[in-house]
Nanobody
Framework: QEQLVESGGGLVQPGGSLRLSCAASGMIFSRRTWGWYRQGLGKQRELIAYVGNIPIYVDSFVKGRFVISRDNAKNMVYLEMSDLKPEDTGVYYC?????????WGKGTLVNVSS
């Protein structure tokens, strides 16, 4: 059974940092392109970055502040977030990208607030 489990979110002050992790199981991880999605309050879920062989940052607002990476040996996807801003607040999910194809996990909440 395919499963995605996100972790690492929390409450952080503006300018702070977080590292999100996504554990994938039940599929051949290395053959897929993986992404991080964000759903802000009252907004649609949107793709912000994805990684196959190279990282692609779809959301220009995160360029230079977020780094997406993957570890095929561990079936993990990561999102290093720095210089966080209130606009980054939302629930973050991982899934295949640029089209999602696996049942969504519960996500992890990132709340950037002073």
């Amino acid at each position: 059974q395919e499963q995605l489990v996100e972790s690492g979110g929390g409450l952080v002050q503006p300018g702070g940092s977080l590292r999100l992790s996504c554990a994938a199981s039940g599929m051949i991880f290395s053959r897929r392109t993986w992404g991080w999605y964000r759903q802000g309050l009252g907004k649609q879920r949107e793709l912000i970055a994805y990684v196959g062989n190279i990282p692609i940052y779809v959301d220009s607002f995160v360029k230079g502040r977020f780094v997406i990476s993957r570890d095929n040996a561990k079936n993990m996807v990561y999102l290093e977030m720095s210089d966080l801003k209130p606009e980054d607040t939302g629930v973050y999910y991982c899934n295949t990208a640029p089209e999602w194809g696996i049942q969504w996990g519960k996500g992890t909440l990132v709340n950037v607030s002073s």
